[in-house]
Structure formats: structure tokens, C-alpha cells
């Protein structure tokens, strides 16, 4: 994200999952148009009052599929920078590494002393952040991982 975008006045360089660049590839694109996601060609889609509420209906939909009773909880767009930061230490990212992939700036002394970009670490976190979103859909499970069963079963 370019600096002149970001509260920080300072690039923000968000690496992206394998999960992400499918997405990515898969969005329908408007020629000569350089956003990733633009409705009419000349600036992207922000996260405005009618759009959010065409996001609400969506996901409310999601889930009276499971419950028709369902309601959706009010939130607005920073529960989701929120979430990701609450959920990426409960992956067990260092708090510096969260602090980074959402954009927060370290202290002054830090960054003095440390010039790292932090992308590897920031990958590694996104990538974790992008497997429990994958559980969480149900869509696929990790390749990785086999069940133990407990003795006797």
C-alpha cells in the first residue's frame, strides 16, 4: 500500500498467500484498469455505506442457510483489521510480527535499528491466519496434518 494511502505515511508491503493470489486471479478484471477491485475502471471499491450493506446482506444470508432465526452482529470495517490482529496471537504470532502485518509502526528506536521489511515473518503469519480461515469455511483441511487417535479407539 503506497504511503500516500496509509495513516503512517509509510509504504505498507502486505505479502500474499497462495490462498489470496488464487482469489486474486480469479477476479474479473476491466481493461486498462490497474485496481484489483474497481466497479467502473476509474478508482477502486471502497468499503462505503452501500457496499457494506450489500456485504451484511451477504454474509446474513450465510448464515440462515444453518439457522433461519439468525441475526447478524453490528460491526463496522475496523472489527476487521481488529479480528485479524485478535486471531493472529491466537495463532501465536509475536506481537511485533501482528503489529506488522496490520501496519502499526514500531517506536522510533526500533525502526532505527531494525530496517527489516518483515516479510518473511509477515507470510508466515498470514499464511497461519489464512489456515484457520480455511478450517473455519470448512472449504479444505491442512495437507499436513493427520488425527492422533486416543489409545482404545
Known sequence: MPAARFKSGRDHVVPLTDEALGIIAKLPRLKKCNWLCSLDGAGPVTIGHKVKLRIDAAMLAALRKDDQEAKLPAWV???IRR???TRLSELDVMDEVAEAVIGHVPTALVRTYNQSDRLKVKRDALT???????????RKTANNVIQIKAAGQ
Do not use: I, Y
Not at 497461519?128 to 470448512?138: P, S
Open 77 to 79: 470495517n475496523h472489527d
Open 83 to 85: 479480528t485479524v490482529r
Open 128 to 138: 497461519r491466519w489464512e489456515g484457520a480461515l480455511v478450517a473455519l469455511t470448512g
